[in-house]
C-alpha cells in the first residue's frame, strides 16, 4: 500500500519527495544515516531506503542546503527536462552568468514566447482572443520548422509552420499543452549536486493525441497587421519559494524576445516585454503584477511557474482577454479548467510526470512508498498522479 503525508513545505522542498524500501529481513532499524539512504546497522539487518523526488527536489537548489558531503549521493528523481544543446545553454549564461548550469523550464520559456509570436503572425493580429486560435496549430500539423526564422518564413510564404522548440516536439493536445513530454531522470552526486554525467533522458506520452481540430484559416501574409505592436508580459519567480527556478526562466523570457525582434519581430515590429515577479501564494504580488502588465498592453503573459499562482490569477487574466502562457504548470486541473481558450503550457501536465517517477521506483525493486508532498495545487495533484501509478 502506499502511505502519505503532506506538510507545508520549505523553500528547498520545492514537490514531492518519495521514500522507498526494498525488502528488509526484519527488525528494528536504526535512525542515523544520511539522507540518501543506505544500509542500517547490522544488527537491525540490512534495509534499503532510497529518495526519490520531482521537479523543484531535483536540482542544485536543494544541495546548496546540505552542507555535509555525500548527503544526497544517489538520490534521484524527475523533472520536465529535455536535452539541451550546448549553445542554447551558452546564449542563457550570455544573458544571467550567474545560472550555475541550472536550466530549469528555460526551454519551455523559450518555446511559449515562440509559439506566441507565431500565432500572433498568422492571425497578423495582437488581439489574444483571435490569436490564441492559431496556438495549438502551430505546433502540430504542416512543415516542419525549430526556430522563430525559419517558421517566420513558412508563414510569409503562405505555409503552415509546425514547430519542434527546444523542450521538445510539443505536439498539443486540444487543451493547449504537450500530448508528449521529455523527462530527465537526474542523480545527486558526492558534492551533492546533480551529476550530470549520471542523467538520463526519458519520454512519456503519445503525439497520436495531439489536436486534429483545424485552427481557423491564417490571414493573407501580406495583410495589415491589426492592433499595433504585440506585448508580452511576464509572471516569473524573482522571489518567492520558487525563486531558485526563475533566473532560467527570466533569461530565455529576455532570449527568445531578443531572438524575434533580431528576426523582424511580429507584423514587421519588435515585440515589447514587460517583466514582472509572481512572488507565491503566500503574497498578492502576483495579482499586482498582472493588473500592471494588462494595464500596460499586455495581450500575454508568460507564467506563472507555480501552478497555484496561476490559478489565483487565470480568471484575472482571461477575463481581460489576454492569453496566460505558463512555461512550468503541471497541475492537471489546467487540462480541464474553463479558460476561455487563452491558457495554454509548454509544461508537461502531471499525469506524464507521475508516470515517469513511478516507473523508476518501480523498476528499482521498492515495495513500501512513503510520499511527502507540498500542500498545494502541484505538490497533491502529482502525489495523487505516483499514488495511482504505482497502486495501478
Given at each position: 500500500?502506499?502511505?502519505?503525508?503532506?506538510?507545508?513545505?520549505?523553500?528547498?522542498?520545492?514537490?514531492?519527495?518519495?521514500?522507498?524500501?526494498?525488502?528488509?529481513?526484519?527488525?528494528?532499524?536504526?535512525?542515523?544515516?544520511?539522507?540518501?539512504?543506505?544500509?542500517?546497522?547490522?544488527?537491525?539487518?540490512?534495509?534499503?531506503?532510497?529518495?526519490?523526488?520531482?521537479?523543484?527536489?531535483?536540482?542544485?537548489?536543494?544541495?546548496?542546503?546540505?552542507?555535509t558531503?555525500?548527503?544526497?549521493?544517489n538520490?534521484?528523481?524527475?523533472?520536465?527536462?529535455t536535452?539541451?544543446?550546448?549553445?542554447?545553454?551558452?546564449?542563457?549564461?550570455q544573458?544571467n552568468?550567474?545560472?550555475?548550469?541550472?536550466?530549469?523550464?528555460?526551454?519551455?520559456?523559450?518555446?511559449?514566447?515562440?509559439?506566441?509570436?507565431?500565432?500572433?503572425?498568422?492571425?497578423?493580429?495582437?488581439?489574444?482572443?483571435?490569436?490564441?486560435?492559431?496556438?495549438?496549430?502551430?505546433?502540430?500539423?504542416?512543415?516542419?520548422?525549430?526556430?522563430?526564422?525559419?517558421?517566420?518564413?513558412?508563414?510569409k510564404?503562405?505555409?503552415?509552420p509546425?514547430?519542434?522548440?527546444?523542450?521538445?516536439?510539443?505536439e498539443?493536445?486540444?487543451?493547449?499543452?504537450?500530448?508528449v513530454?521529455?523527462?530527465?531522470?537526474?542523480?545527486?552526486?558526492q558534492?551533492?549536486?546533480?551529476?550530470?554525467?549520471?542523467?538520463?533522458?526519458?519520454?512519456?506520452?503519445?503525439?497520436?493525441?495531439?489536436?486534429?481540430?483545424?485552427?481557423?484559416?491564417?490571414?493573407?501574409?501580406?495583410?495589415?497587421?491589426?492592433?499595433?505592436?504585440?506585448?508580452?508580459?511576464?509572471?516569473?519567480?524573482?522571489?518567492?519559494?520558487?525563486?531558485?527556478?526563475?533566473?532560467?526562466?527570466?533569461?530565455?523570457?529576455?532570449?527568445?524576445?531578443?531572438?524575434?525582434?533580431?528576426?523582424?519581430?511580429?507584423?514587421?515590429?519588435?515585440?515589447?516585454?514587460?517583466?514582472?515577479?509572481?512572488?507565491?501564494?503566500?503574497?498578492?504580488?502576483?495579482?499586482?503584477?498582472?493588473?500592471?502588465?494588462?494595464?500596460?498592453?499586455?495581450?500575454?503573459?508568460?507564467?506563472?511557474?507555480?501552478?497555484?499562482?496561476?490559478?489565483?490569477?487565470?480568471?484575472?487574466?482571461?477575463?481581460?482577454?489576454?492569453?496566460?502562457?505558463?512555461?512550468?504548470?503541471?497541475?492537471?486541473?489546467?487540462?480541464?479548467?474553463?479558460?476561455?481558450?487563452?491558457?495554454?503550457?509548454?509544461?508537461p501536465?502531471?499525469?506524464?510526470?507521475?508516470?515517469?517517477?513511478?516507473?523508476?521506483?518501480?523498476?528499482?525493486?521498492?515495495?513500501?512508498?512513503?510520499?511527502?508532498?507540498r500542500?498545494?495545487?502541484?505538490g497533491?495533484?502529482?502525489?495523487?498522479?505516483?499514488?495511482?501509478?504505482?497502486?495501478?
Amino acid at each position: 500500500m502506499v502511505r502519505r503525508s503532506t506538510f507545508r513545505a520549505a523553500a528547498a522542498a520545492g514537490a514531492v519527495l518519495i521514500l522507498a524500501s526494498a525488502c528488509s529481513s526484519g527488525g528494528s532499524t536504526s535512525s542515523g544515516g544520511n539522507t540518501s539512504g543506505g544500509a542500517t546497522s547490522e544488527s537491525s539487518g540490512p534495509k534499503q531506503v532510497k529518495v526519490y523526488g520531482t521537479d523543484g527536489n531535483v536540482g542544485n537548489a536543494l544541495g546548496k542546503e546540505f552542507s555535509t558531503p555525500g548527503a544526497l549521493v544517489n538520490m534521484k528523481g524527475t523533472t520536465p527536462l529535455t536535452e539541451l544543446n550546448p549553445d542554447f545553454k551558452g546564449r542563457l549564461d550570455q544573458i544571467n552568468p550567474n545560472l550555475g548550469g541550472t536550466y530549469n523550464y528555460a526551454a519551455e520559456t523559450y518555446d511559449a514566447g515562440v509559439v506566441i509570436a507565431l500565432a500572433s503572425e498568422l492571425a497578423r493580429s495582437n488581439d489574444a482572443t483571435v490569436f490564441s486560435k492559431q496556438i495549438n496549430g502551430v505546433t502540430t500539423g504542416g512543415e516542419k520548422c525549430t526556430d522563430f526564422a525559419g517558421c517566420l518564413k513558412i508563414i510569409k510564404a503562405g505555409g503552415d509552420p509546425d514547430y519542434d522548440g527546444i523542450s521538445g516536439p510539443l505536439e498539443f493536445v486540444d487543451a493547449g499543452e504537450p500530448s508528449v513530454a521529455s523527462f530527465g531522470v537526474l542523480q545527486f552526486g558526492q558534492d551533492n549536486m546533480i551529476d550530470d554525467s549520471q542523467t538520463k533522458f526519458v519520454t512519456i506520452g503519445d503525439p497520436a493525441n495531439a489536436t486534429t481540430q483545424a485552427p481557423p484559416a491564417a490571414a493573407a501574409p501580406d495583410s495589415p497587421y491589426q492592433g499595433g505592436q504585440l506585448t508580452i508580459g511576464t509572471l516569473l519567480p524573482i522571489t518567492g519559494d520558487l525563486a531558485f527556478l526563475g533566473p532560467p526562466e527570466v533569461a530565455a523570457a529576455q532570449l527568445v524576445i531578443q531572438d524575434i525582434n533580431a528576426a523582424g519581430g511580429v507584423g514587421g515590429k519588435d515585440i515589447k516585454l514587460i517583466e514582472g515577479d509572481s512572488g507565491d501564494q503566500t503574497t498578492d504580488t502576483a495579482q499586482q503584477t498582472v493588473d500592471r502588465e494588462i494595464n500596460a498592453g499586455a495581450n500575454a503573459i508568460i507564467g506563472a511557474a507555480s501552478s497555484g499562482v496561476s490559478l489565483s490569477v487565470i480568471d484575472r487574466v482571461t477575463a481581460a482577454g489576454v492569453v496566460l502562457f505558463s512555461p512550468a504548470n503541471t497541475s492537471d486541473q489546467f487540462t480541464t479548467y474553463d479558460d476561455r481558450g487563452l491558457y495554454f503550457r509548454t509544461a508537461p501536465p502531471d499525469l506524464m510526470q507521475g508516470q515517469a517517477v513511478a516507473n523508476i521506483v518501480l523498476d528499482e525493486g521498492n515495495n513500501s512508498i512513503f510520499i511527502l508532498a507540498r500542500n498545494d495545487p502541484y505538490g497533491t495533484g502529482i502525489a495523487d498522479v505516483i499514488e495511482k501509478n504505482l497502486t495501478d
